[in-house]
């Protein structure tokens, strides 16, 4: 059998729930927590992880996923109680992201967040919603330790935690 991206999509779709469940557990007021920018405060990045991969999804399918291209993005994550639906959102799009992995490798050729036009393979794309997420996640735990809360225990996130859960 050939080595495929699908465990990393799996193991991705699994932090991210964790990490949601985790800020869930967390006092309102965790979610303004920063480490060093004030603007790139813990709602602002796990809204930014969903709202990412939605993007990527649909940049690898052609296949609008939470929203249409052109459109808004995803609400904005204000309160604990919100994460409830951000969760959701989360696993919809990573199921997306999943199945993006049958997909024929091919490039796909778009206009960029600078304006210029760039090919991309879809497995670059694919590879980069992954690592995107993770960096992400190490931000959130850093926010949360550098304003005194609970952080994210990435160790307990990694791909060996995953597999001794999911008996791989």
């Not at 694919?126 to 995107?132: D, E, G, K």
């Not at 992400?136 to 994210?152: C, D, M, N, Y």
Request: glycine share 4%.
């Amino acid at each position: 059998m050939p080595i495929s991206m699908e465990r990393l999509l799996a193991h991705m779709a699994w932090a991210n729930e964790k990490t949601i469940a985790h800020l869930q557990s967390l006092p309102e007021e965790s979610l303004k927590a920063f480490a060093t920018n004030p603007e790139w405060q813990v709602a602002e990045i796990i809204h930014h992880i969903v709202d990412s991969a939605d993007h990527y999804a649909y940049r690898i399918s052609g296949n609008p996923v939470l929203t249409a291209p052109g459109g808004d993005c995803i609400a904005d994550v204000t309160t604990i109680s919100d994460l409830a639906r951000l969760k959701d959102e989360a696993a919809i799009v990573d199921r997306a992201l999943l199945e993006c992995e049958k997909l024929d490798e091919i490039q796909i050729e778009f206009e960029n967040y600078k304006g210029e036009q760039v090919k991309r393979w879809r497995s670059t794309i694919l590879s980069q919603a992954i690592h995107h997420a993770t960096e992400h996640r190490a931000q959130i735990a850093s926010a949360l330790e550098a304003k005194g809360f609970t952080p994210v225990d990435l160790d307990e996130l990694d791909l060996w935690a995953f597999e001794i859960e999911r008996g791989f």
